[in-house]
T-cell receptor, first 113, second 112 residues
Framework: IAGITQAPTSQILAAGRRMTLRCTQDMRHNAMYWYRQDLGLGLRLIHYSNTAGTTGKGEVPDGYSVSRANTDDFPLTLASAVPSQTSVYFC????????????FGEGSRLTVL | GESVGLHLPTLSVQEGDNSIINCAYSNSASDYFIWYKQESGKGPQFIIDIRSNMDKRQGQRVTVLLNKTVKHLSLQIAATQPGDSAVYFCAEAGGGADGLTFGKGTHLIIQP
């Protein structure tokens, strides 16, 4: 049972570089989300998609972009990484837009130097 | 802006005792609440949820209580076990926001 798969698991990146974090789900969930987790700040929503073809901004969208070309994939792109984007990134999905249970991936740890 | 918060960042309990983790929320329009457990190096895992038309919901060894009057949510874990050691997050939804808004988490430590 795969659920949500994130890649890479961990990455060190030079500032200014472009980076795409991948997220794939096999549950045919309509809604998908990207959160970042920082110590002392909990999980904060970056972007979300309630259904394929639509996206929306969360609490901390600046410096990030997403696309939702199909139901299964929801990549997160950092166009020009900065050190403040060092974080653990979690992708999540739900069968319908919240309210409802979110299923999380195992996270992608990104370090921007 | 409005946010979900927790009263205590760390809670230490004896194995076999009951644990109570508290959460305060400020968005009166929130109508859905959920608790997650996160073990080190892993993604959050669903524990239990509750909607605003209820004040109590029970699962296996866990109970969530919702007091809308004082905007307070709690998670009770019965007979805590070593495997319960983790960070616990409350989250809320509703009031026009998309996604879940998470609190900062409580680290539950189980003493042998």
């Amino acid at each position: 049972i795969a659920g949500i798969t994130q890649a890479p698991t961990s990455q060190i990146l030079a500032a200014g570089r472009r980076m795409t974090l991948r997220c794939t789900q096999d549950m045919r969930h309509n809604a998908m989300y990207w959160y970042r987790q920082d110590l002392g700040l909990g999980l904060r929503l970056i972007h979300y998609s309630n259904t394929a073809g639509t996206t929306g901004k969360g609490e901390v969208p600046d410096g990030y972009s997403v696309s939702r070309a199909n139901t299964d994939d929801f990549p997160l792109t950092l166009a020009s990484a900065v050190p403040s984007q060092t974080s653990v990134y979690f992708c999540a999905s739900s069968s319908t837009p919240v309210p409802g249970e979110l299923f999380f991936g195992e996270g992608s740890r990104l370090t921007v130097l | 802006g409005e946010s979900v918060g927790l009263h205590l960042p760390t809670l230490s309990v004896q194995e076999g005792d009951n644990s109570i983790i508290n959460c305060a929320y400020s968005n009166s329009a929130s109508d859905y609440f959920i608790w997650y457990k996160q073990e080190s190096g892993k993604g959050p895992q669903f524990i239990i949820d509750i909607r605003s038309n209820m004040d109590k919901r029970q699962g296996q060894r866990v109970t969530v209580l919702l007091n809308k009057t004082v905007k307070h949510l709690s998670l009770q874990i019965a007979a805590t076990q070593p495997g319960d050691s983790a960070v616990y997050f409350c989250a809320e939804a509703g009031g026009g926001a998309d996604g879940l808004t998470f609190g900062k988490g409580t680290h539950l430590i189980i003493q042998p």
